[in-house]
């Protein structure tokens, strides 16, 4: 099973920028992946996702200040956050979707605040 470590969150201020990797135990050539993102007391929600073709698609809500990358050499996917905002405030999770598993990152908090 391929196993995924987040990293890169932390406190920001609402305008500021950060950038969090994902980094995979193995080949994410073929794999779709996600970036999820939970805020307090909601439910786990899509934010990015990028296809194996390189193919993105975003959630309404971080559409222009998001940008889902992968380094398939380096089994590593990004998600660069700007214009940050106090509602994107939460807990950041990487999902692996391949043939035969899922797997989920532990996740990494993201706090924008002031």
């Known amino acids: 099973q391929v196993q995924l470590v987040e990293s890169g969150g932390g406190l920001v201020q609402p305008g500021g920028s950060l950038r969090l990797s994902c980094a995979a135990s193995g080949s994410i050539s073929t794999a779709l992946m996600d970036w999820y993102c939970q805020a307090p007391g909601k439910m786990r929600e899509l934010v990015a996702r990028i296809q194996s073709s390189g193919s993105t698609n975003y959630a309404d809500s971080v559409k222009g200040r998001f940008t889902i990358s992968r380094d398939n050499a380096k089994n590593t996917v990004y998600l660069q956050m700007n214009s940050l905002k106090p509602e994107d405030t939460g807990v950041y999770y990487c999902?692996?979707?391949?043939?035969?598993?899922?797997?989920w990152g532990q996740g990494t908090q993201v706090t924008v605040s002031s």
């Open positions: 999902k692996f979707q391949g043939a035969i598993a899922i797997s």
